[in-house]
């Protein structure tokens, strides 16, 4: 079946403008979570979406960003006022409900955000 | 919160050599230990992950161990091939007021495997 998809793939923008990201999940993937990986750099949790709970918001680093979900589809990542410093890969991954268990999550190709 | 440090940054190894990759997590809490493999400009991948109630799995010519004890955990990929090369990251999952929801990584391992 279909993976996890991101849109756009690139985004440049100037500073001070808003910009959304898009994630689409794997279908009957309850969990969402968007990431940010700077060049070079590990994985940065930014907010993680599970179905009607309240999302954990815990990662986000600043109140330029962000981020909504419909349901248990579609999510879209805002950041405002962009600033050079966002310049980064944003990645998207879903899962199963996850536990204490363990889950693997799935991630999308990611949107490579520049701010110029 | 749960914090992941992994050595070493960079690997060089022979093709055919043993590598292994080192993280240590501060959150005794954390039960779940994946690693993903994520080539140049594509996605990261889970190649192996394992519970906190496992001491070591194998998979093929990858094996991670668990020492929930000191905290810390190894990825071990015996008789590498040049498709090998790539960057791995280590994560673990820690108990949030939501459940086990989200991955903390480390910083990554740049792995480069020599004909």
């Known amino acids: 079946g279909a993976g996890v998809s991101q849109s756009p793939s690139n985004k440049v923008t100037e500073k001070g403008k808003d910009v959304e990201l898009r994630c689409d999940p794997i279908s009957g993937h309850t969990a969402l979570y968007w990431y940010r990986q700077r060049l070079g750099q590990g994985l940065e949790f930014l907010i993680y979406f599970q179905g009607n709970s309240a999302p954990d918001k815990s990662g986000l680093p600043s109140d330029r960003f962000s981020a909504e979900r419909t349901g248990e589809s579609v999510s879209t990542l805002t950041i405002q006022r962009t600033q050079q410093e966002d310049s980064a890969v944003y990645l998207c991954?879903?899962?199963?409900?996850?536990?204490?268990?363990?889950?693997?999550?799935?991630f999308g190709p990611g949107t490579r955000l520049t701010v110029l | 919160g749960e914090n992941v440090e992994q050595h070493p940054s960079t690997l060089s190894v022979q093709e055919g050599d043993s590598a292994v990759i080192k993280c240590t997590y501060s959150d005794s809490a954390s039960n779940y230990f994946p690693w993903y493999k994520q080539e140049l400009g594509k996605r990261p991948q889970l190649i192996i992950d394992?519970?906190?109630?496992?001491g070591e799995k194998k998979d093929q010519r990858i094996a991670v161990t668990l020492n929930k004890t000191a905290k810390h955990f190894s990825l071990h990929i015996t008789e590498t091939q040049p498709e090998d090369s790539a960057v791995y990251f280590c994560?673990?999952?820690?108990?949030?007021?939501?459940?086990?929801?989200?991955?903390?990584f480390g910083a990554g391992t740049r792995l480069a495997v020599h004909p």
């Open positions: 991954a879903s899962s199963v409900i996850p536990g204490p268990g363990g889950y693997e999550q799935f």
């Open positions: 994560a673990a999952s820690p108990l949030g007021s939501g459940g086990y929801n989200k991955l903390i």
């Open positions: 394992i519970r906190s109630n496992v």
